[in-house]
């Protein structure tokens, strides 16, 4: 809320009149309640949020913007300081229409800059000097491999005047590369992994977009050329289209509010939602991929009670190494079917409504405050759904979470 603030604070000061209207873009893995957060969070700011918007959509309207594309696939590849989203997206002059997306937020720019540290305090230690032991003392390292990459994307050697460091110590992209390729190996596995999850071919494609500051490395280039066998387009401006296309799409919006024509963004589900099963197993609810706006019923027979539902979001089998997003609590008078209705805004917003035996439909709220594990499994234990057998979560791995804990 606070960044939000300067930013609304910068805007009303180059506009001269204050701005009050914003589309908020998110990385297109982000679940609901980070979602819900950034609405919050533009809200404190004291800014109306017309859309959150997934940025590689953004990005793509972008790109499309004035160019007069008819009917165009892209594959849109993000790659961040903090993650990886991957989006495919059909673009028709300033409509576009998501067709797949999906990611991995554990890999980015900041796995890169660690890699690098990682090697040069290794060299500094040959040297005598004292290996890093707090995070603190990892700060200079980090800088300085982040300044080395960002070079390196179009140098092929650099110097580093490093703290205690008797002369600067070099870097070439020769060993920058040697260093980041697992990395970029999972990139490209990812990749694939999204186009071929949803049945599509790299032939398919019209047009290949890498962006993010990371998706500068030559290295992520040429082996996504290499994984895809299509051309990746280098001329496109990594730096703004995120946010030129939120603000197409923001315009758009209030041409539509207007009965004019304007700049449309049809979107999908990125990470699956759904109810936790007595097991421990995850009921999917509504998936991945599905064309947002939706709505879905979930539909429970059920008996005079307590009725309690755990609601997870993300793709794992097993209900708690997925996202926690709250817990459905209810008391049922007459023996019946209980109906959960779930409904997904445009932007990918969830909503919840309930009709139980003997009571009409009515909203419902999550109670999201995170409970403790032993609260957590109980509530589990006594889902209504049951799971199967051979899909429960047992042996070594079940063990080491319950050693470890779920996170």
């Known amino acids: 809320a606070r960044l939000l603030r300067e930013l609304k604070s910068a805007a009303s000061a180059f506009l001269g009149h204050e701005a009050t209207r914003a589309v908020l873009c998110v990385p297109a893995h982000f679940d609901d309640r980070q979602r819900a957060a ?3 969070a533009g809200a404190l700011a004291g800014l109306d949020v017309l859309r959150i918007l997934n940025a590689p959509s953004a990005a793509a309207l972008a790109f499309g913007h004035g160019r007069g594309l008819a009917r165009k696939r892209l594959l849109v ?12 997206v059909q673009l ?5 229409e ?15 800059d660690a890699r690098i540290a990682e090697a040069l305090a290794s060299e500094l230690q040959a040297q005598g000097l004292p290996r890093p032991e707090h995070p603190s003392d990892w700060l200079p390292l980090l800088t300085a491999a982040e300044a080395a990459k960002v070079a390196l994307s179009e140098l092929e050697e650099v110097s580093l005047p490093l703290p205690g460091a008797p002369a600067p110590l070099p870097l070439n992209r020769e060993r920058l590369e040697a260093l980041t390729a697992d990395l970029v190996q999972r990139i490209t596995l990812v990749v694939r992994h999204v186009l071929e999850s949803s049945a599509l071919s790299p032939q398919g494609l019209d047009e290949v977009l890498l962006l993010g500051g990371q998706g500068r490395s030559p290295l992520v280039r040429r082996r996504l050329e290499e994984s895809l066998g299509v051309p990746v387009r280098t001329d496109v401006e990594a730096t703004h289209c995120v946010a030129l296309g939120a603000a197409l799409l923001g315009q758009g919006l209030l041409d539509a509010a207007a009965g004019k024509p304007g700049a449309t963004v049809s979107e999908v589900l990125s990470v699956p939602i759904g109810v936790a099963e007595r097991g421990g197993t995850l009921s999917r609810v509504l998936e991945r991929n599905t064309r947002l706006p939706a709505e879905k019923t979930l539909v429970i027979p059920v008996t005079p009670g307590p009725l309690t539902l755990a609601l997870f979001q993300g793709p794992s089998p097993v209900a708690t190494e997925n996202e926690y997003l709250g817990t459905l609590a209810f008391s049922i008078e007459r023996p019946g079917e209980a109906e959960v209705h779930f ?10 409504a309930a009709t139980l035996p003997g009571v009409k439909r009515h909203p419902v709220t999550l109670a999201a ?13 006594r889902s209504p759904l049951e799971g199967p057998p051979e899909a429960r979560p047992g042996g070594l791995l079940s063990g080491l979470r319950k050693l470890f804990g779920r996170h």
């Open 38 to 40: 950034m609405r919050e």
């Open 77 to 88: 590849v993000e790659l961040g300081g903090g993650g990886l989203d991957v989006s495919v």
């Open 92 to 96: 028709t002059g300033d409509d576009l």
């Open 98 to 112: 998501v067709i797949t997306t999906g990611g991995d937020p554990t890999v980015g720019g900041l796995d890169f």
């Open 343 to 352: 409904s997904l805004s445009q932007d990918g917003t969830l909503s919840l």
């Open 369 to 381: 405050d995170m409970p403790e594990d032993a609260e957590l499994e109980a509530v589990i234990a």
